[in-house]
């Protein structure tokens, strides 16, 4: 368990110091003050050190995080009053401050002259260069959405090495129907056309208990060679001849082991002998995926790129799922579906038992789940306030006025801030329960 959780920790730190490093750059690139560096989330266990352009790098206690604190998420907002009681707007603050009005802050007190200047060095580092906010547009927005590329980059940087090495599928797909293209986690009509399932002539028989398959002598695992001496290799070659031989006597011969066996079935009136069909597949065990090193980036790149898309899909279903279920059943399963940190700690569990391939695949999943869950939006998160300064920077251009102020945005941010560190904390203890449950 130790070293599921170590392993665990040092993927997923690594994969997240991806994203808020390019934070951190893009902001030092365009002179942004960068106050702090978390290394996981607080509460602070210690300081580590201070560079000198004066950022904090700290050690916190919480391993599931890292983040990077701007000059900006940290605006500095005061509820002044005049002395008729009415709040002062943010944008006056500092004409007010500088003059010899009486003002009085929310508790009534009247502020102090010493008072009055410290407020105006704070309202003033608003306005400071260095603030995000008072960057030009098109730099915020490099700042904001460099994790776009960097996650993407990873992914696709990872999977281009696993394709040029050599590298297997996970799993096949038989839970979400795509028409994409995807490699690690192919369909199974996609992994025949790839050969990763060779199909062969012929159809597994699977009888229900007491069924009419059953008592006639159908056993489990059957090989169903011919229907009426029409040689069938699909389930749908059966289905067709005994529906249009119902309620007669149906010629099936089958391979039992190393017999072949012939059983005469009346079908029932509704054409049905109620038994499992099953194509006859097997596992090409000498399948791979290896590309030259040009092929494997192109794929590689299609690959991250289509469980992106994949990756969406299956959150719509599920948030869907949650909110209007069919029943209150599939709403419960949703629930227990969503998970996250603790989750990764038995995922990883299984990848090393497994190869560490599966392990390197794991991580690119997790980088591309990263940016993905970044694409949401929902205050707090990337795309979210590149969406608030777009329409801020329109409505800027035609009417010279912001539709939000930083302040606001601000508290917004915060406000969902704290919302998903709560949620992370539901879903982490929803997880531990899991795996206690399982054990």
Do not use: C
Request: proline share 3%; glycine share 0%.
């Amino acid at each position: 368990m130790f070293l599921w959780i170590l392993v665990s920790i040092i993927m997923f730190s690594l994969i997240v110091l991806v994203h808020e490093f390019w934070h951190f750059k893009t902001a030092r690139i365009f002179w942004v003050k960068v106050y702090e560096f978390w290394l996981w989330i607080p509460p602070k266990a210690k300081k580590i050190w201070q560079d000198k352009k004066w950022t904090i790098y700290t050690l916190n206690w919480l391993p599931i995080w890292w983040f990077v604190r701007l000059k900006w998420e940290s605006i500095n907002y005061f509820m002044i009053y005049d002395e008729n009681k009415n709040l002062y707007k943010q944008e006056d603050l500092g004409k007010v401050l500088k003059s010899s009005k009486i003002i009085f802050d929310k508790l009534w007190n009247k502020i102090s002259n010493s008072d009055r200047s410290e407020l105006l060095a704070k309202i003033n580092e608003n306005n400071d260069k260095d603030n995000l906010i008072n960057k030009s547009y098109w730099q915020q927005s490099i700042v904001i959405l460099a994790w776009v590329f960097m996650n993407f980059l990873l992914a696709i940087f990872i999977f281009s090495i696993l394709f040029f090495v050599w590298v297997k599928p996970i799993w096949i797909n038989d839970k979400l129907d795509t028409n994409l293209d995807i490699k690690f986690f192919p369909t199974i009509n996609q992994a025949i056309n790839d050969w990763l399932l060779i199909k062969n002539k012929w159809v597994y028989l699977y009888p229900l208990t007491w069924s009419l398959a059953e008592v006639s002598w159908i056993k489990d695992s059957d090989l169903l060679l011919k229907v009426n001496n029409s040689e069938v290799n699909s389930p749908d070659d059966v289905k067709k001849i005994i529906w249009s031989n119902s309620n007669i006597y149906i010629d099936f011969e089958i391979k039992r082991w190393d017999n072949i066996i012939n059983i005469k079935i009346k079908p029932w009136i509704d054409g049905k002998i109620w038994s499992y069909l099953a194509p006859n597949i097997e596992y090409n065990k000498d399948f791979i995926y290896k590309y030259w090193i040009g092929k494997s980036f192109v794929v590689a790149s299609k690959e991250v790129y289509n469980e992106s898309l994949l990756t969406l899909k299956a959150l719509w279903i599920l948030v869907r799922k949650i909110v209007v279920p069919h029943t209150v059943e599939e709403r419960e399963e949703a629930i227990q579906n969503v998970s996250w940190p603790v989750w990764i700690v038995s995922i990883v569990n299984e990848s090393l038992k497994q190869s560490i391939t599966v392990l390197f695949i794991l991580a690119s999943l997790i980088s591309i789940n990263l940016w993905v869950f970044n694409l949401l939006p929902l205050p707090a998160l990337d795309w979210w306030r590149f969406a608030f300064m777009t329409i801020n920077e329109i409505i800027r251009i035609t009417t010279w006025k912001k539709w939000v102020s930083p302040q606001v945005e601000w508290l917004i941010h915060m406000s969902f801030f704290v919302i998903l560190i709560f949620l992370s904390i539901i879903i982490t203890y929803n997880d531990i329960l899991k795996i206690t449950n399982n054990n």
